[in-house]
């Protein structure tokens, strides 16, 4: 007999977060989560298939979005175009969980399991923007690049928008690793 | 006491690429390798950490190769061609290497552990590349993009490499993508 149970999955991410956060990633087991978030094991494990994934569930969904987003972007739009369209459209939900965001990453420097995770994690978005283009008629070799190009924006302008102030958005992070991406690709020495 | 062994490292490497073809990666034991390279289990620690770390001296030797040859670029080059230029310095060894390169990569498609370590010395190898680039001069994003710039290259051209006739070779898929990953970042629709 199940419950009902009103934003399980969001409360808990917010107890693994905490507990993570408190005595670390490797020493937190689920009974753990399922308590500080006052649900069951068996909650967590039909929301969650173990603990890491608590810490990914964000990334299936800028997977999703980014894919979306793509799809839908004008015909007239170039490949590269397309990506960085996709990556500014998922700008706004990075800037809202700042604070989150940075935990995460804490989480994840401190791990070496995580870290392998985390380039699993994007580089099945590099495979889905590249499947995505190709989808919209961009042929290969052409759409895995984009793609990796895609990626490479990312990482770069994440983990500055990570390190920064906080004064600077993450669409203004993009936009400059992608404008220096283009100087770097067109050969003019920065 | 230790006896000197004739290429132990070469005979250790072939033994074990040899097994994991055979049963498989996950059901060969360094016992196993040891014993078909005709040495101890001793000498096998001394020259690889696990049996994962066998398949990955390679990645060792690539980085270093890479970072040397960029490190020795002309100083008027620009950060991609400095990169292109150290990819291109290691096309030879692949070329040499075709089908022992095509045999390691067919075992770590198979095993997701293996997938997760080569995504981890790719990363790793992004990161020496960029810093190679700011020991020239080069400022930050543009270094990092540089870097990840030439891993996107890389492996493109690795996977349309080792999925060829092997009529082309890998310098030839190397120029190819760094050329598209150009054409696309200028905006260009293929």
Do not use: C
Not at 34 to 52: P, Q, V
């Amino acid at each position: 007999m199940s419950r009902w149970e009103p934003n399980a999955r969001g409360r808990l991410e917010q107890a693994a977060m905490e507990l993570y956060g408190e005595r670390g990633y490797e020493k937190t087991t689920v009974t753990e989560i399922a308590g500080r978030a006052g649900l069951t094991e068996r909650t967590f494990f039909r929301h969650y298939a173990d603990k890491r994934e608590v810490l990914f569930g964000g990334s299936v969904l800028l997977q999703g979005l980014l894919v979306d987003t793509l799809a839908e972007a004008p015909e007239s739009a170039s490949p590269i175009d397309a990506v960085a369209g996709a990556l500014q459209a998922a700008a706004a939900v990075f800037d809202e969980r700042r604070e989150q965001s940075r935990r995460r990453q804490e989480i994840i420097s401190a791990n070496v399991e995580l870290q392998e995770r985390e380039l699993v994690k994007l580089d099945s978005l590099a495979a889905a923007l590249a499947g995505a283009l190709r989808e919209r008629g961009v042929p290969e070799p052409a759409a895995s690049l984009a793609g990796e190009a895609g990626v490479a924006v990312f990482k770069v302008a994440f983990g500055r928008w990570i390190g920064g102030s906080g004064e600077l958005g993450m669409g203004e992070f993009i936009q400059e690793a992608l404008d220096e991406l283009k100087a770097v690709t067109a050969g003019g020495r920065a």
